[in-house]
């Protein structure tokens, strides 16, 4: 089969589904994420990957399979939206055939209704359990949280993720300092002369870096970072 661009078959498919309520061209997607054929990384005139297509598009099923092959979870459009940012402002996802298992819990661990599992914010909690950073800025300077206009929501979404870094305060912190155990600095930020812990101000006797950061579901975690490992071996034999 021809090599087509994906966000373009993507479109297609939304609006076949959209006008024939359908199954059959999300079938034809399938067919073709399964023989290879499709350009993960291809960015469309807005610059989205098909990722990022997938998800505004609100199609879990594709998402759910882009992810599995590889695509970047961070990939950002032409105004610096990640697929975080583009989730939290659509109401409602297209279950599609994606398995449903990581959005119960996600879904459970916000607090919300099992009806509430397909809504765009425990799609985008899903897509940060897979490695999405909240904590990246769009052009504009606004983070997926800032979009959200719930404060509760805003609040329980917090609550699970990873410390911001206290220097750079624009990416996921992922040093330690010993002995007070605060998570700081982000990878950039770990160099850093600290003779004092940014957070409570005890002096530092050495640091190390985390190698996951914690979020409170150990199992979901556990699975994002084998997954995690995948990818990047996938990525890589991309480039190759
Ligand atoms: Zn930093
Ligand atoms: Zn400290």
């Known amino acids: 089969m021809a090599l087509m661009p ?5 479109m297609e498919t939304h609006h076949c589904m959209r006008q024939f309520g359908g199954k059959r061209n999300y079938k034809v997607v399938c067919a073709m994420l399964k023989q290879g054929s499709v350009q993960l990384d291809i960015q469309n005139n807005q610059k989205r990957t098909p ?19 590889g695509a970047d979870i961070n990939a950002v459009d032409g105004e610096g939206n990640s697929c975080l940012h583009l989730a939290v402002e659509r109401e409602v996802f297209d279950s599609e055939d994606a398995p449903l298992d990581l959005l119960n819990e996600c879904c459970t661990s916000l607090n919300l ?19 999405a950073d909240f904590h990246h800025k769009n052009n504009k300077n606004n983070t997926p949280l800032d979009l959200i206009n719930d404060p509760n929501l805003r609040k329980k979404l917090e609550a699970f993720l990873p410390p911001q870094c206290l220097w750079c305060k624009n990416k996921t912190a992922t040093t330690k300092v010993h002995p007070c155990e605060h998570l700081l600095t982000c990878e950039e930020c770990s160099n850093v002369p600290l003779k004092r812990c940014l957070r409570c101000l005890k002096p530092v006797t050495s640091r190390g870096r985390v190698e996951s950061v914690n979020l409170d579901e150990k199992l979901l975690h556990s699975v994002a970072k084998k997954l995690g490992n995948k990818w990047q071996q996938l990525g890589e034999d991309r480039k190759r």
């Open 6 to 10: 994906m966000w373009l078959i993507t």
């Open 51 to 69: 990722l990022l297509e997938a998800v505004s598009r609100g199609h879990l099923g594709m998402t759910h399979k882009l992810i599995a092959l």
């Open 113 to 131: 209704k099992i009806e509430e599992r397909l809504s765009g914010i425990v799609v985008a909690r899903y897509l940060a359990s897979q490695g």
